[in-house]
Each structure stands twice: as structure tokens, then as C-alpha cells.
């Protein structure tokens, strides 16, 4: 059966702004321009003004502008980083491609964000740069990461694959550490029509060593001054990026307007509902409640025709692929917690009210159902 409602919804968005892409799609296959060129360079520019920084270096994905950041960094063997756990795998993936070791620490109970304290009790001799993650578009406390990180000479690299146009403190997300990594996968608040990713910093040295390493180690066609990577960013998708960028201000006020929205609608319920700490303004990527009865809810949902999501049901520390790192049921407390719990409720910039009513109305009638099921 077709969900009625669907978590996002991108053929939506596709039919509002379809002039616009069509438009850049017909631009760059009739340049016969396909690799590099003017439409990359002319996107990397937009974007590092929209984060307020210097340079914004396009590469193949978000998994590949956290490795190839690392590698920029000199991050590599005998390394440790710090991360959280409650992310998607390539977080940690990029940590161990280089050869270091990710060191997973807890998330603070009311943003799911790396929890600072316990940042600072996890750091060794061989820690040499931490990566919080703006889970669901809410930027990490990067005023008390980033005062730690200085103490002990760390490399802050954020993680902003879900937090395009939020800010911290006023500043951008993709200006509030060394570096910032951003994944436009199709489905994120900037999503290109495939995979693709930036490196945004106002370090140019380090801009430079991503720009090297994503094409091949070369700066002209012959010579290779280094072992590099093929992780560039290609024209068709820059100009599909370009011709979105201008509409994210009014996308992400419309996730602002419909994630207050929830919290309103949702105050009588039974659900532990998002926060948003004072500082932060979260580009809403995702509205994620939590409830002991997660499964059953989602499964309620489903079956009256929405869709909802769980990000993410098994925190890394806990996944077969790091088994190698001894990690336990237990180690992480609130991050396990959150796992067994949360559920990301539909939430686009093109979900209509009807639409959201009607999934608060099941949510309600999921409570009423519970407490009929269970007197007393
Ligand atoms: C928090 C986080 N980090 C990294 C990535 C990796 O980005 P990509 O899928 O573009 O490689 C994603 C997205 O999938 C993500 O959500």
C-alpha cells in the first residue's frame, strides 16, 4: 500500500521548484561540462557565503568530506576521535577509513547531541580531534565543545550532514568549528539528485589538501603530487545544488514553523518531544519524539497509511561493524536509551497542515487506544 503521508516527501518539493532545475540540468548537458569546472566552482562560492565561511570544497558525499577532512588534518594510525555513537555509521566509518580509532561518548538527554562532560572525560594523549554530530539539525553545545577542544589542542570538525541553515549562537552551522562536513544525499534539507558533499572552513590550507585529494592528488591533468582519492563533486549535481540553495531560508522556516507546530499540538501527549537548546536554531531535519512503545506506535502509524522513521535503532558502539572496539550494552547509557525509543514523525517543508493534523490525531488515538487496551 502507498503511504498517504511519507516521512519526506521530494517529489513535492520537485514540482515547486521545477523550472529552476530543469533549467540547470538543461544548462550543464548542453556545456557537455561534466566534471569540475564552472558550475562546481560556482556552487562552492554560493554555499561558503551561505555558511558565513571562506571556502567550501565539493566533493562525492558527506562520508566522503569527513575522510577526506581527517586525511586534510594528518588524522591517520595510533589517532583517536571523539564522536557519538548516535549518528549514522559514516561518522565513525570516515574515523576508521583513515585509520584511527573512534572513541563513542554519550549524548545529552534533551538535544541527542554529543554531551561536552563527557567529551572531556574521554580524552587521552591520543586524541587529536573530536566530531559532534548536529543530530536531526540541531548543532551539538559547540560553545562548550569548542572551549574543551581548545584546552587540549583538538581539531573540531562538525558533522553537519542534517543541519544545513542552523545556526549556534547566531553563527551558522559550517562555521562553528575547523571544519564542517555536509551531506546533500537527496533527502537532506540541501539534497542534490544523487550523492554529494562539501567540506566547508575558512583554514585554506586545509582547503587546499581536500581539493587535492578528492580529484586524484592533481592540481593539472599529468602531474599527481599525491595519492588522492576520486570523491569530486560532478557539475550536474552543483548546478541542481545552485538552483536549490536560494529556496533553503524559506524551507527551513517552514520545518521551524511546522516542528513548533508538533511541540503545540503534541503538549497533552504521553511523548517526550524535542527540545531545542537556548542557543541553538535547529534546521529541524528531522522531528523525533520518543516512546516507550516506539515499535507498536510506528507499526499503528504504518498501518493508517504514515510513514515514520527511526534514526537510528542501534547506536554504533553496539553494531556488528565495530564489535572490534569492546564496546558493550550499558557503555552509553542515554544514547542507548534514545535508540530503543525514538521516532521520527514526517516532517518536509511541503507537509500541509491537514497532513500533520492528521498524523497528531493518530498519535492521540494510539495513547486513547493504549489506555482503553490498559485500565489503570
Ligand atoms: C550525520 C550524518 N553523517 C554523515 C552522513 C553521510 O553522508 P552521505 O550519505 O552523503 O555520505 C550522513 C547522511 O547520510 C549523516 O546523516
Same mark, same amino acid.
Given at each position: 500500500?502507498?503511504?498517504?503521508?511519507?516521512?519526506?516527501?521530494?517529489?513535492?518539493?520537485?514540482?515547486?521548484?521545477?523550472?529552476?532545475?530543469?533549467?540547470?540540468?538543461?544548462?550543464?548537458?548542453?556545456?557537455? &561540462?561534466? =566534471?569540475?569546472?564552472?558550475?562546481?566552482?560556482?556552487?562552492? +562560492?554560493?554555499? @561558503?557565503?551561505?555558511? /558565513? %565561511? !571562506?571556502?567550501?570544497?565539493?566533493?562525492?558525499?558527506?562520508?566522503?568530506?569527513?575522510?577526506?577532512?581527517?586525511?586534510?588534518?594528518?588524522?591517520?594510525?595510533?589517532?583517536?576521535?571523539?564522536?557519538?555513537?548516535?549518528?549514522?555509521?559514516?561518522?565513525?566509518?570516515?574515523?576508521?577509513?583513515?585509520?584511527?580509532?573512534?572513541?563513542?561518548?554519550?549524548?545529552?538527554?534533551?538535544?541527542?547531541?554529543?554531551?561536552?562532560?563527557?567529551?572531556?572525560?574521554?580524552?587521552?594523549?591520543?586524541?587529536?580531534?573530536?566530531?559532534?554530530?548536529?543530530?536531526?539539525?540541531?548543532?551539538?553545545?559547540?560553545?562548550?565543545? &569548542?572551549? =574543551?577542544?581548545?584546552?587540549?589542542?583538538?581539531?573540531?570538525? +562538525?558533522?553537519? @550532514?542534517?543541519?544545513? /541553515? %542552523? !545556526?549556534?549562537?547566531?553563527?551558522?552551522?559550517?562555521?562553528?568549528?575547523?571544519?564542517?562536513?555536509?551531506?546533500?544525499?537527496?533527502?537532506?534539507?540541501?539534497?542534490?539528485?544523487?550523492?554529494?558533499?562539501?567540506?566547508?572552513?575558512?583554514?585554506?590550507?586545509?582547503?587546499?589538501?581536500?581539493?587535492?585529494?578528492?580529484?586524484?592528488?592533481?592540481?593539472?591533468?599529468?602531474?599527481?603530487?599525491?595519492?588522492?582519492?576520486?570523491?569530486?563533486?560532478?557539475?550536474?549535481?552543483?548546478?541542481?545544488?545552485?538552483?536549490?540553495?536560494?529556496?533553503?531560508?524559506?524551507?527551513?522556516?517552514?520545518?521551524?514553523?511546522?516542528?513548533?507546530?508538533?511541540?503545540?499540538?503534541?503538549?497533552?501527549?504521553?511523548?517526550?518531544?524535542?527540545?531545542?537548546?537556548?542557543?541553538?536554531?535547529?534546521?529541524?531535519?528531522?522531528?523525533?519524539?520518543?516512546?516507550?512503545?516506539?515499535?507498536?506506535?510506528?507499526?499503528?502509524?504504518?498501518?493508517?497509511?504514515?510513514?515514520?522513521?527511526?534514526?537510528?535503532?542501534?547506536?554504533?558502539?553496539?553494531?556488528?561493524?565495530?564489535?572490534?572496539?569492546?564496546?558493550?550494552?550499558?557503555?552509553?547509557?542515554?544514547?542507548?536509551?534514545?535508540?530503543?525509543?525514538?521516532?521520527?514523525?514526517?516532517?518536509?517543508?511541503?507537509?500541509?497542515?491537514?497532513?500533520?493534523?492528521?498524523?497528531?490525531?493518530?498519535?492521540?488515538?494510539?495513547?486513547?487506544?493504549?489506555?482503553?487496551?490498559?485500565?489503570?
Amino acid at each position: 500500500m502507498e503511504l498517504s503521508i511519507p516521512l519526506v516527501d521530494l517529489k513535492a518539493q520537485y514540482r515547486t521548484i521545477q523550472p529552476a532545475i530543469d533549467e540547470a540540468i538543461q544548462r550543464v548537458l548542453a556545456s557537455a &561540462n561534466f =566534471i569540475m569546472g564552472s558550475e562546481v566552482a560556482a556552487f562552492e +562560492e554560493a554555499f @561558503a557565503r551561505y555558511c /558565513g %565561511a !571562506t571556502h567550501c570544497v565539493g566533493v562525492s558525499s558527506g562520508t566522503a568530506a569527513l575522510e577526506l577532512t581527517l586525511r586534510a588534518y594528518g588524522i591517520g594510525p595510533g589517532d583517536e576521535v571523539i564522536t557519538v555513537a548516535h549518528t549514522f555509521i559514516a561518522t565513525a566509518e570516515a574515523i576508521s577509513a583513515v585509520g584511527a580509532r573512534p572513541v563513542f561518548v554519550d549524548i545529552d538527554p534533551a538535544t541527542y547531541t554529543l554531551d561536552p562532560d563527557c567529551l572531556a572525560a574521554a580524552i587521552t594523549p591520543a586524541t587529536r580531534a573530536v566530531i559532534p554530530v548536529h543530530i536531526y539539525g540541531q548543532p551539538a553545545d559547540m560553545t562548550r565543545i &569548542n572551549a =574543551i577542544a581548545r584546552e587540549h589542542h583538538l581539531v573540531v570538525i +562538525e558533522d553537519a @550532514a542534517q543541519a544545513h /541553515g %542552523a !545556526t549556534w549562537a547566531g553563527t551558522p552551522a559550517g562555521h562553528l568549528g575547523h571544519a564542517a562536513c555536509f551531506s546533500f544525499y537527496p533527502g537532506k534539507n540541501l539534497g542534490a539528485y544523487g550523492d554529494a558533499g562539501a567540506v566547508v572552513t575558512d583554514d585554506p590550507a586545509v582547503a587546499e589538501a581536500v581539493r587535492l585529494l578528492r580529484n586524484h592528488g592533481r592540481h593539472s591533468k599529468y602531474i599527481h603530487e599525491q595519492k588522492g582519492f576520486g570523491h569530486r563533486l560532478d557539475a550536474l549535481q552543483a548546478a541542481i545544488l545552485r538552483a536549490k540553495l536560494p529556496y533553503l531560508d524559506r524551507w527551513t522556516a517552514a520545518r521551524r514553523r511546522l516542528a513548533a507546530r508538533y511541540t503545540a499540538l503534541l503538549a497533552d501527549s504521553s511523548l517526550a518531544l524535542p527540545a531545542e537548546a537556548p542557543d541553538a536554531a535547529s534546521a529541524w531535519h528531522l522531528y523525533v519524539v520518543r516512546s516507550e512503545q516506539r515499535d507498536e506506535l510506528l507499526a499503528f502509524l504504518n498501518a493508517h497509511g504514515v510513514a515514520a522513521g527511526i534514526h537510528y535503532p542501534v547506536p554504533l558502539h553496539l553494531q556488528p561493524a565495530y564489535a572490534d572496539l569492546g564496546y558493550g550494552p550499558g557503555d552509553l547509557p542515554v544514547t542507548e536509551a534514545v535508540a530503543a525509543t525514538c521516532l521520527s514523525l514526517p516532517l518536509y517543508p511541503e507537509l500541509c497542515d491537514e497532513q500533520q493534523d492528521r498524523v497528531v490525531e493518530l498519535l492521540y488515538a494510539f495513547e486513547a487506544e493504549r489506555e482503553q487496551g490498559n485500565p489503570g
